[in-house]
Nanobody, 124 residues
């Protein structure tokens, strides 16, 4: 079971990017999904999460009002729309699937499946 994340790239401060994540290979029930990121020399941190139904979301304070997570269950895909990007958003972004339903999950330990990461670089 693998997740594939893509859509990263180089963008100037103030710009936008949209990340996409979907299972590759065998389809499985992703349950709640989330995005995490890891900047060079820093620990992985939570960015955003959404529950299976799409009715619940949660965001890190640092991205509230700028990022939006959404999902299309018909396509088994989750998105992260990133607007007003800042240099401090530069990181490798990872998508993750919990395989569980119910509440929105913000802890990395709640996620069982991870993508390979996509690099987002924001220049000043």
């Amino acid at each position: 079971v693998q997740l594939q994340a893509y859509g990263g790239g180089l963008v100037q401060a103030g710009g936008s990017l949209r990340l996409t994540c979907a299972p590759s290979g065998r389809t499985f029930s992703t349950g709640g999904m989330g995005w995490f990121r890891q900047a060079p020399g820093k620990e992985r941190e939570f960015v955003a999460a959404i529950n299976w139904s799409g009715t619940g979301t949660n965001y890190a304070d640092s991205v509230k009002g700028r990022f939006a997570i959404s999902r299309d269950n018909a396509k088994n895909t989750v998105y992260l729309q990133m607007n007003s990007l800042k240099p401090e958003d530069t990181a490798v972004y990872y998508c993750a699937a919990s395989g569980q339903f119910g509440a929105v999950r913000v802890e990395g330990s709640d996620y069982n499946y991870w993508g390979q990461g996509t690099l987002v670089t924001v220049s000043s």
